[in-house]
């Protein structure tokens, strides 16, 4: 199969649960904590202290955030599982079973942020939706599907 080619079968998987959903989250938050405790251990003695604290400051947050995307939207397009989607058995797929793009991942992103910007009610919007979509589903049409068990 073609790789921008939709994957029928991504279609007939089940949407993921809020549970299954919060423990990626939580794996990879944690991993996350862990690349960005590394990026500041390397940034902050190199050029936190070359800079005025009114540039180093929105520079070094900048570098973060950007640190944080490249981590989701990078695993999101390669093969739509970060570690933590992987760790839970769920995959990110474009609504039509399609994979991810760039711009797909981009949204995706930024309504994360702004879900969580909201106290994490984009995330708890697969209680009340038909469909068991978060906000940052609809938004960047792409759906988090569950995989099926291998057998060992």
Not at 9 to 36: C, E, F, H, I, W
Not at 89 to 118: E, H, I, N, Q
Not at 129 to 136: F, V
């Amino acid at each position: 199969m073609h790789p921008a080619e939709p994957d029928a079968s991504s279609l007939t998987l089940p949407t993921a649960s809020l549970a299954r959903r919060l423990g990626a989250v939580l794996y990879d938050s944690l991993l996350l904590a862990a690349l960005l405790m590394l990026v500041s251990f390397v940034y902050l003695p190199l050029v936190g202290r070359m800079l005025p604290p009114g540039i180093n400051r929105p520079l070094y947050q900048l570098l973060l955030l950007a640190v944080s995307y490249a981590y989701f939207a990078g695993f999101w397009v390669r093969g739509g599982q970060t570690l933590g989607l992987r760790t839970w058995k769920l995959r990110l797929v474009g609504r039509d079973g399609g994979p991810v793009t760039w711009t797909r991942a981009t949204w995706r992103f930024l309504a994360a942020l702004f879900s969580w910007l909201c106290l994490g009610l984009g995330f708890l919007w697969v209680l009340v939706d038909p469909e068991k979509l978060a906000w940052h589903d609809r938004l960047s049409n792409t759906r988090l599907v569950r995989l099926p068990d291998t057998p060992r």
